[in-house]
């Protein structure tokens, strides 16, 4: 079901205006307005759901093949040199548009994007710790 009231839905329907890029039966690819790099695109499900939790298992592996085809076409078009996919779910996790999405962010060796982590070490008792929990034998 279309909610009214998201920003995704009414780029799908056409009543916002978006430069669509790519579509099939379930999904629909379309330029960021604010790219990351030249090329960053969003690719959705027609149907909405909010987030990675509540996607659908049908929806979640049309939109990444989506991914995999529009990622195929940006190397093969834009040249890029890599390709980064990215999904945030939740406020925590940068998600600002609840409807759900991939970005495609063709990646270029010259561009200004940085990791938004500084790779370092970790505590290895710690990571076994949430390994531990992660496996459900935590008591
Ligand atoms: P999020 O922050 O939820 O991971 O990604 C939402 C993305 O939607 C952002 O990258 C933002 O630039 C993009 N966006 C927000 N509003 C619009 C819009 O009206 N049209 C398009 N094409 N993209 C939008
Ligand atoms: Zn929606």
């Known amino acids: 079901m279309a909610?009214?009231?998201?920003?995704?839905?009414?780029?799908?329907?056409?009543?916002?205006?978006?430069?669509?890029?790519?579509?099939?039966?379930?999904?629909?690819?379309?330029?960021?307005?604010?790219?990351?790099?030249?090329?960053?695109?969003?690719?959705?499900?027609?149907?909405?759901?909010?987030?990675?939790?509540?996607?659908?298992?049908?929806?979640?592996?049309?939109?990444?093949?989506?991914?995999?085809?529009?990622?195929?076409?940006?190397?093969?078009?834009?040249?890029a040199d890599g390709i980064n996919l990215i999904n945030s779910c939740g406020a925590a996790a940068w998600q600002t548009v609840f409807h759900f999405h991939i970005h495609v962010v063709p990646r270029y060796e010259d561009d200004p994007l940085k990791l938004p982590w500084v790779p370092a070490p970790g505590d290895p008792e710690e990571i076994a710790r949430i390994a531990t929990r992660l496996r459900g034998e935590d008591g």
């Open 3 to 79: 909610d009214p009231d998201c920003l995704f839905c009414s780029i799908v329907a056409g009543t916002i205006p978006s430069e669509t890029i790519d579509s099939d039966a379930r999904t629909v690819a379309f330029m960021d307005i604010n790219p990351a790099t030249p090329g960053h695109a969003l690719v959705v499900p027609r149907e909405h759901s909010a987030d990675l939790m509540e996607i659908g298992a049908e929806d979640l592996t049309a939109t990444i093949l989506a991914a995999q085809r529009l990622s195929r076409h940006m190397k093969d078009v834009l040249e």
